[in-house]
């Protein structure tokens, strides 16, 4: 749980670099944050 919290941000962080990506990314992260919890 603690790996994906810290590849999640890694990928955020990561991809905020490339605004199209930005919202998507995130969005994508919050649905998924959702079916584990």
């Known amino acids: ?3 994906h ?3 999640s941000n890694a ?3 990561f ?3 490339i605004p ?3 919202m ?3 969005f994508l992260l919050f649905q ?3 079916k584990i919890i």
């Open 32 to 34: 998924i944050s959702n």
């Open 24 to 26: 998507v990314i995130k």
């Open 20 to 22: 199209i990506f930005n």
């Open 1 to 3: 749980m603690y790996f």
């Open 5 to 7: 919290f810290a590849l």
């Open 15 to 17: 991809y905020e670099q």
């Open 11 to 13: 990928l955020i962080h």
